[in-house]
């Protein structure tokens, strides 16, 4: 990863259209840098790009980790901040996010914040198609394709992945696990997750589907489809659901269930885990499904995730959002739709550099709030009840500092969604009787 740097001898100059504007243009500010020597203008011997193609979603990854830059040294046995940022594909405030797990913060939690991606981990562990009870690196449920052995969660079957082949952007990752000869790419709806693994010819191919810690209840129903709900865990269920759907393109050629053994010992490899094969249904720690097939080169199996309040809600969700499997079409819609929002905005001048640095952190600005619910649709309010909305209910703005800076973007940006935004706000302190 780069990172930031200023520019001597660049200009940049950013506008923001808006519809409620017509067709006028709003000038936010003008930034010159001026070397010594004089101005460099290189924006006409470049190709003009959009927006949405500037944007990096890996920006915000990595760690600054060069002492004279950041004034100090880390801890031993620390590693440094990152922007806890998370390279996966979604859309502006969407419900869910498909990412890339490469932290296992079940056994390690020292960002501060559970994200599900730190840019120099070598080794990914899994994909999550967010929402549920949790977001980032504690999403369910959890997905692997694993060509050969594999071994139960949370000792995940880990990956070596290519930084070379890795690819993120608006609504789209991509990454190939060298490990296993694996290409693995993710894309999103508002509310769905839609992932495409191209496997090997190979008799061994797996997907093993888990819930992470807090456990639940793991159903396979068919020879296609992979169904759970997450055990309560004293908080307010994160709102979109507890329930998830997950159906496969192609069928099962077998099946089987494992979780953690029962009780909180960890065991040494022996006892500490039930697997059954053939079994449908199972509910602990971990609990989860191993999903095998036969895959000839190249072929693809493609797994699309919905959560909602019911079993009946997520299925809605995917008839509605994705009925098919046309992944290159739904990768299309998302990226329309962020290109559409980016284009709100338009920067002249300054360096290549700069155009993506502005565009990535603009991008990740509208990762949150979420939005959980739309009007008529059903969600579970702060203490658990399930009712249904009457606008956009988004879940809360994140982080303490955010209503500074984030939120006043988004009132320039999007004013109607920021009204749906603050009422939601103004509903969950009230069913919290603040």
Not at 123 to 147: E, S, W
Not at 257 to 271: D, E, H, L, V
Request: proline share 7%; hydrophobic share 35%.
């Amino acid at each position: 990863m780069e990172e930031a740097s200023g520019n001597a001898g660049s200009c940049a100059l950013i506008w923001v259209s808006q519809p409620w504007l017509g067709r006028c243009r709003t000038l936010l500010a003008a930034a010159c840098s001026f070397a010594l020597g004089g101005a460099v203008h290189a924006q006409n011997d470049r190709q003009a790009r959009e927006p949405v193609d500037e944007a990096n979603p890996l920006v915000g990854t990595a760690p600054l980790d060069r002492p004279e830059l950041i004034g100090n040294a880390p801890p031993a046995g620390e590693p440094l901040y990152s922007g806890i940022t998370s390279p996966g594909a979604r859309l502006p405030h969407s419900a869910v996010e498909a990412a890339p797990v490469n932290f296992n913060v079940e056994l390690s939690y020292p960002t501060g914040v559970a994200t599900p991606y730190y840019y120099t981990s070598p080794t990914m562990i899994g994909f999550t198609g967010g929402g549920g009870p949790t977001y980032g690196a504690r999403a369910t449920p959890m997905l692997m394709p694993v060509v050969g052995d594999w071994t139960v969660p949370p000792v995940y079957s880990q990956a070596y992945y290519d930084k070379a082949r890795e690819t993120a952007a608006p609504g789209y990752y991509s990454v190939f696990l060298d490990s296993f000869r694996t290409k693995v790419e993710l894309t999103a709806t508002q509310a769905t997750a839609l992932m495409r693994f191209t496997f090997p010819a190979t008799e061994r191919a797996h997907v093993i589907l888990n819930l992470q810690g807090r456990g639940g209840t793991v159903e396979i129903v068919g020879d296609r489809t992979v169904r759970g709900v997450v055990a309560t865990h004293n908080d307010n269920e994160a709102r979109d659901g507890r329930y998830f759907v997950a159906e496969f393109s192609k069928p099962f050629k077998s099946f089987g269930a494992f979780r953690k053994s029962p009780g909180n010992q960890r065991g040494y490899g022996i006892g500490d885990k039930d697997v059954l094969p053939g079994a449908r249904t199972i509910e602990g720690g971990f609990a989860g499904s191993y999903l095998d097939f036969t895959t000839r080169q190249g072929e693809a199996v493609f797994v699309k995730i919905a959560h909602g309040a019911s079993y009946e809600a997520a299925e809605a969700r995917l008839r509605t959002e994705s009925p098919g499997w046309d992944f290159d079409g739904v990768h299309g819609k998302a990226r329309a739709e962020w290109a559409k929002l980016l284009n709100r905005v338009q920067v002249t001048g300054g360096t290549p550099k700069q155009r993506m640095l502005f565009y990535s952190t603009l991008f990740q600005s509208f990762a949150s709030p979420r939005l959980v619910a739309r009007k008529s649709e059903q969600f579970t309010a702060t203490k658990g009840k399930t009712q249904t909305v009457a606008y956009d209910r988004y879940g809360p703005v994140p982080f303490w500092d955010t209503g500074r800076n984030q939120i006043v973007l988004l009132e320039l940006m999007e004013p109607e969604v920021v009204r749906d935004i603050m009422q939601s706000e103004l509903d969950m302190a009230r069913e919290r009787g603040s």
